[in-house]
């Protein structure tokens, strides 16, 4: 079966004196239905391999495969599609667009795909229903919690049915109501299908997740699956 | 497995959602984005009400000088040696009106008279107005007009009747002959029978007393030499008839005679006013010019502050291309609002002066298509140099903030 995400000795290096290798030959293939928390400390190379995972930045070398789709072979824009169809992306400062309602921001996910104004509405208004968000559909960010933002957020995610949602600290940014209102989401979603990946340098909410790879100095320094598929392989 | 093609993973913004999300910014920040389409339509305005007041005064002066006519032409004496003292010859004006294509001739005489309200004004103040004698065609040679009373006639011309010009009444103190009204001139008591509207041709006779040719030589001892002689002429005939004019009136001293056409000078106006109106045509150019750097300089904020959205978008799968799209079509969007704003107030301002004025109101079409194109123009502009620093910033970069 093919993998939502697989990524192939990849290495990542910004230029310098001498040059600063962020992600040091790191392979991960996370499957369809899975919920993996991707946990390290700060400098640990995450924010990196956020931006590769997420196709929002190119490896120096190695493979990043979307949906079996390989990026390296792809032009910049033909990766933009890939991102619009594939991925979903829940960042900690919700990044929602000032004065426009939460069905606006959500259709957004759907914006360039190309899909037509209505389907857009109907669909957001539906993402919206299943992030708990039904009476809120007008509401502009401001006149929206925290914790109901971030939710907004994660409907623009959804909303077009990715291969995997990449939250990024999604619960950096929130109270600790919020943030158990908002780990249950994530949980539940997974728990409905969804395919996603957690990048937090939380302990506690990685440890909650069914997978946690470990980031350090740019090379993964565990995988809780790799360890259970070694227990039991011995 | 490498199972979708290019086309299915294509990014894809429709053409409706581009003129969306370019107004999506503007309409989230509405203060600024009037502010910013407000410097753009001071510059339309600006071109649009310079263009539409100058046609529309033009054509007021053209129709006025159409209606004057511009068949007429002035025969005077002077410009050659001794000018100051010479006058026509007595019989100028009858050899003037028998010029086959002068189909119409009228004189005035010189009078050495001063004229005052009464006698308790003091000598010195005669106002700068002179008497004249005139015969009783100059009205119609002129196209002139009474604004009261009625003009010298062959009987009331022989005797002490007088017809005022427009100045000359204002500066007499005379509004309306309601009742008898009489004006000192020399030593005499003269009743006043009319009061001319102004005359654009001949604005000499606005500030003259106008008395019969008659009363003149009877009762002020005037010669017999017109100072001027009106001439209408056939209107295609206008330059040969000028050519023949001065011999014709003086076969002496032809070259003592001085023939103008007034309605050059109105005509002259009109040019002068063309003059002016490029003036300001620039002055508005560059109100359109700050306008739209005012434009580019929101938009490069806009791209510094929103570099969150920039980055968001990215994500959800804009192309370069998209983002390129999105803040040049809000450049437009600000410029074109602010080139309807300035279209509105521009034909606005051009109706109300023109109404006051009592002119036809006539707006220029390329004014106004010219504005609002222009205004497009403006915005694609100014909105290029941000548009592409928006599209070159990374999408890492961008969501770093």
Known sequence: MTAALELHNVTKEFPGEPPVRALDDVSLRIDHGELVAVVGPSGSGKSTLLNVMGTLD????????????????????????????????????????????????????????????????????????????????????????????????????????????????????????????????????????????????????????????????????????RRDRAVVAT | MMTSSTESTASKLRLGDVFRVGASGPRARKMRTALSALGVSIGIAALVGVLGLSESSKSALLDEISSLGTNLLTVEAGGGFGAGDSALPDTALATISRIPTVTNASAVWEVDADVYRNEFIPQGETGSLSVVAADVELVETLNGELAVGQFLDESTSAYPNAVVGSVAAERLGIRNLDQATYILIGDDYVEVIGILEEFPLAADLDRAVLIGKDAAIDFYDAGENPAVVYTRVVDGAIDSTRDVLPTTADPKNPEEVTVSRPSDALEAQAAADDALTTLFLGLGAVALLVGGIGVANVMVIAVIERRGEIGLRRSLGATRAHIRRQFLTEAVILSVLGGIGGVIVGVSATYVYATSQGWRVIIPQEAAVGGFLGAIAIGAIAGLYPAMRAAKLAPTEALRS
Request: hydrophobic share 40%.
């Open chain 1, 58 to 225: 190119r490896p120096t070398h190695g493979i990043v495969s979307v949906d079996g789709i390989d990026t390296a072979a792809r032009t910049d824009d033909e990766v933009a599609g890939i991102r619009a169809r594939k991925i979903g992306f829940v960042f900690q400062q919700f990044f929602l667009l000032p004065g426009m309602s939460a069905i606006e921001n959500v259709s957004n996910g759907l914006l360039y795909q190309g899909v037509p104004p209505r389907e857009r509405a109907a669909r957001s208004i539906e993402a919206l229903e299943r992030v708990g968000l039904g009476h809120r559909l007008q509401h502009p960010p401001n006149h929206l919690s925290g914790g109901e933002r971030q939710r907004v957020a994660v409907a623009r995610a959804l909303v077009h049915s990715p291969s995997f949602v990449l939250a990024d600290e999604p619960t950096g940014n929130l109270d600790s109501k919020s943030t158990e209102a908002v780990m249950k989401l994530i949980h539940d979603l997974h728990s409905e299908g969804t395919t996603i990946v957690v990048i937090t340098h939380d302990t506690a909410i990685a440890e909650s997740l069914p997978r946690q790879v470990a980031v350090h100095d740019g090379a993964l320094a565990s995988d809780s699956a």
